[in-house]
């Protein structure tokens, strides 16, 4: 199955990956869930995903959210495996 170049242009920050340094909206609930990842594209914009809302793509910044998991030990050792 191949991919799109549109598809390849999208990156997944992987485990060995560092979070991106210039976060968006560094005052958005998200940075502090569990349950965000970011993605990169190909020109290098990071965008915030949520597996947890039926919109992938929140609009940001998010301030309240009813479905947010705050970061714990346990779940930052979850994402690195």
Same mark, same amino acid.
């Given at each position: 199955?191949?991919?799109?170049?549109?598809?390849?242009? @999208?990156?997944?920050?992987?485990?060995?990956?560092?979070?991106?340094?210039?976060?968006?909206?560094?005052?958005?609930? *998200?940075?502090? *869930?569990?349950? @965000? @990842?970011?993605?990169?594209?190909? @020109?290098?914009?990071?965008?915030?995903? *949520?597996?947890?809302?039926?919109?992938?793509?929140?609009?940001?910044?998010?301030?309240? *959210?009813?479905?947010?998991?705050?970061?714990?030990?346990?779940?930052?050792?979850?994402?690195?495996?």
């Amino acid at each position: 199955m191949s991919s799109s170049p549109k598809d390849a242009a @999208r990156d997944e920050l992987g485990a060995d990956e560092k979070e991106p340094t210039d976060l968006p909206f560094p005052s958005s609930l *998200c940075h502090g *869930c569990a349950a @965000r @990842r970011y993605i990169r594209s190909g @020109r290098g914009s990071v965008f915030i995903l *949520c597996p947890l809302l039926s919109q992938k793509y929140p609009r940001q910044p998010v301030s309240m *959210c009813s479905l947010f998991q705050p970061i714990s030990d346990d779940s930052e050792a979850k994402k690195e495996k």
